[in-house]
């Protein structure tokens, strides 16, 4: 199924609409392209993000589709229950300027959004969308501006739920960017580990020497959430003041994570060539894929190959389905102190913890 991008500046009216906004911040808009649709049709819906304020506004272009669907912007539901994001969740670097996209005051940008493709819409229902992003990158980091929207209360874009009637059909997903290899070029290890994607010889060695990090990593934390005490410098670094069933929660994941590290058919594809770390589909493990910014990441220590490893493995739903909340250190740790919950599912907040660079008791 195709996702068209639409980035014409434009203003909508319908009866379809579904209108939601932030006190003088960002109104997110959704317009679906019928009320209901049979099991053959692309379930489309057009997003306009318009800037209320009066002053310029630079939001994190992860958190809209300015290049596609990249993350869960969508929260859905069928018959009141919530269905699960099938996309891709991809590891990146902390966000810098660029991956900004500028709203003047009073302007809006819309895009074009094939949603089966990205959700489970399996059953017949009635099902209501919205757009449902909260992030503490998702504005410009400038820091005159960010204290501006934090007084205002701006922690997102939302908007109200559109609804419409779906006959269930087949999950037809996987086609983004980045696309999956064909399953060439590697073999399987003596150990179970395959690569497909044309993975060469040293692609390989740098693969299996993350995985050997990550395994040592996963193991460490384990070690650490098994033995340290409530009061815990590192745990409260990434995920918050201690609570019990939040320690719990982490505490699972990692032996969830050092499992499937260990004991798992683990496959690497090698075929992306984004500028991110890697990626996965959370609903299929146990397949990493490799993209450009891994080959030059250490081994181990911050933002590694072991990490980068421990961060799409904690993605996939039968270990922690975590999400990417925020990214980069400096978000991680801001979000623990002002989100523990969140922080608790985050994919860079387990992967910091597990590669614990700088050294924290």
Not at 332 to 355: G, V
Request: with cysteine; glycine share 8%.
């Amino acid at each position: 199924m195709s996702k068209i991008l639409n980035l014409s500046v434009v203003a909508l009216a319908s009866s379809l609409m579904s209108y939601g906004a932030l006190a003088d911040g960002i109104a997110a808009k959704l317009q679906m392209s019928q009320n209901s649709y049979n099991d053959a049709q692309d379930v489309m819906v057009t997003v306009t993000l318009t800037n209320e304020e009066h002053v310029p506004v630079k939001v994190l272009k992860w958190y809209t589709a300015a290049e596609g669907v990249e993350e869960s912007l969508f929260k859905v539901s069928a018959d009141g229950e919530q269905r699960k994001y099938l996309g891709a969740h991809y590891k990146r670097q902390a966000p810098t300027h660029k991956d900004y996209i500028k709203l003047k005051a009073g302007e809006s940008v819309s895009y074009d959004v094939e949603l089966s493709s990205l959700y489970d819409m399996s059953a017949t229902a009635n099902y209501e969308i919205s757009y449902n992003v909260s992030s503490l990158q998702l504005f410009s980091p400038n820091p005159g501006q960010a204290k501006k929207l934090a007084r205002l209360g701006i922690e997102g874009i939302h908007s109200d739920s559109a609804s419409f009637y779906l006959e269930g059909r087949e999950f037809k997903g996987g086609n983004n960017k980045g696309k999956p290899g064909t399953g060439d070029g590697g073999g399987t290890t003596p150990d179970g580990i395959s690569f497909t994607g044309r993975c060469s010889n040293s692609q390989q060695s740098d693969i299996l020497a993350g995985l050997a990090a990550a395994k040592n990593m996963a193991a460490d934390a384990n070690q650490h959430l098994a033995t340290a005490s409530s009061s815990s410098v590192r745990y409260s670094t990434w995920f918050g003041d201690y609570n019990s069933s939040r320690w719990n929660t982490v505490s699972t994941n990692f032996s969830k994570i050092e499992s499937a590290l260990n004991d798992e058919p683990l496959t690497f594809d090698c075929s992306c060539k984004k500028q991110y770390f890697a990626y996965v589909y959370p609903t299929q493990p146990y397949k990493i894929y490799m993209c450009s910014a891994f080959w030059s990441a250490p081994i181990t220590g911050t933002d590694s190959k072991g990490g980068t490893i421990i961060h799409e493995t904690s993605h996939f739903n039968v270990v922690a389905g975590t999400d990417d909340v925020v990214y980069g250190q400096s978000g991680a740790q801001s979000l623990a102190d002002t989100d523990p919950a969140q922080a608790i599912q985050n994919a860079d907040s387990h992967e910091y913890f597990a590669e614990n660079t700088p050294n924290l008791n």
